[in-house]
């Protein structure tokens, strides 16, 4: 885990993994608070980019950090 922060109506976690998809799963199947999983969305980035790739919920568009 890199970090995290808190604000505007939401929460940031940030972990550096190769393997976003995957680790994804695991964080997600440990979620203590399962009945706010309809709100989670998450997305992944390479370092060196700025552009975010959803991968929660299936279907998601568009993921950005605020």
């Known amino acids: 885990m890199d970090g995290h922060d808190f604000g505007s109506g939401e929460m940031n976690v ?3 993994t190769d ?3 995957p680790a994804f799963e ?3 199947s440990l979620l203590a608070f399962k009945e706010h999983m309809r ?3 998450a997305g992944y980035r390479d370092f060196e980019e700025d ?3 959803p991968i929660y919920p ?3 568009k568009k993921f950005s950090v605020v």
Request: hydrophobic content about 40%.
């Open 51 to 53: 552009i975010y790739t």
């Open 39 to 41: 709100e989670l969305k």
């Open 19 to 21: 393997n976003p998809k």
């Open 26 to 28: 695991i964080i997600k």
């Open 58 to 60: 299936e279907g998601l």
């Open 14 to 16: 940030f972990v550096h």
